[in-house]
């Protein structure tokens, strides 16, 4: 009789002790997913299929695990410091083209980077983002964005702001007022351009570029090195002409 109750307690704790390991071990390798979440998301949600809500995102200690697979969408307060800024910039646009109506091209190689690009941790979107403002929190996304104006670390898709769109890497379109890059492969649309590298096609009033390997098309084109320009006025490395350069 006590043999069989001290085999009866040795299976009881054994298997409790086993659950529990299962558990542990499950807890370290879980992925907390879901179909719904308010933005800005919980530290404790690692992946949204479905819809995300809210006022936008933030940093947190955990969003270099955090991805959203489907809709984002967001209200967030920073249309009103974009529209005085766009304000600030169109006043002194004309000053802006007058600066770079020069022979000589004198601007430095760090001129053309956007700098402060954080590679990780970043939050990752596929889908769609429609929004009023734009991300807190360093993004990288593949999809449709639809937005005031939006900053991303990789971006690939469709990008159709009012501000513009601001990336590190960047593979397909964008249209804006205002678009900058580290690289391109793909097109901007606006009415200032800018490139560090430019392997795809610029369409604007202005478009800067530090290496040519593509096309830019608009009134005033300049880059720091060779490439095929159309416009009115086109300044490169060596020479400047109107209408085309190469």
Same mark, same amino acid.
């Given at each position: ?5 001290? $085999?009866?307690?040795?299976? @009881?704790?054994?298997? &409790? ?6 558990? /542990?071990? *499950?807890? &370290?390798?879980? @992925? ?15 992946? $949204? +299929?479905?819809? $995300? ?8 200690? *955990? ?8 809709? +984002?969408?967001?209200? +967030? ?35 053309? %980077? ?17 929004? &009023? ?9 593949? =999809? ?59 369409? =604007?009033?202005?478009?800067?570029? %530090? ?20 416009? /009115?006025?086109? $300044?490169?490395?060596? %020479? ?7």
């Amino acid at each position: 009789m006590k043999i069989s109750i001290l $085999v009866v307690l040795s299976f @009881v704790f054994g298997c &409790s002790y086993g659950q529990d390991f299962i558990q /542990i071990q *499950n807890d &370290s390798v879980a @992925v907390h997913s879901q179909i719904f979440s308010l933005s800005p998301m919980s530290r404790k949600v690692d992946k $949204v +299929n479905g819809l $995300v809500l809210g006022f936008g995102h933030i940093d947190n200690k *955990n969003i270099e695990h955090q991805s959203i697979n489907g809709l +984002n969408i967001e209200a +967030n307060p920073a249309p009103a410091v974009g529209v005085l800024y766009v304000f600030m910039a169109l006043m002194y646009f004309d000053k802006i083209i007058e600066n770079n109506k020069i022979k000589v091209i004198k601007t430095t190689e760090e001129d053309y %980077r956007i700098k402060n690009m954080n590679y990780t941790p970043d939050l990752k979107l596929n889908g769609l983002n429609i929004s &009023s403002g734009c991300f807190f929190t360093t993004t990288s996304m593949n =999809g449709l964005n639809i937005s005031a104006g939006n900053k991303f670390n990789n971006f690939n898709g469709l990008s159709v702001t009012v501000l513009g769109t601001i990336a590190d890497h960047q593979n397909g379109l964008s249209v804006g007022i205002y678009n900058a890059n580290n690289n391109l492969s793909g097109s901007t649309i606006g009415i200032y351009n800018q490139s560090y590298q430019l392997s795809g096609l610029h369409i =604007g009033v202005f478009n800067q570029t %530090r290496i040519n390997r593509g096309l830019q098309v608009g009134i005033l084109n300049k880059s720091n090195s060779k490439g095929f320009q159309l416009g /009115i006025w086109n $300044v490169n490395n060596k %020479r400047v002409m109107p209408f085309l350069n190469w």
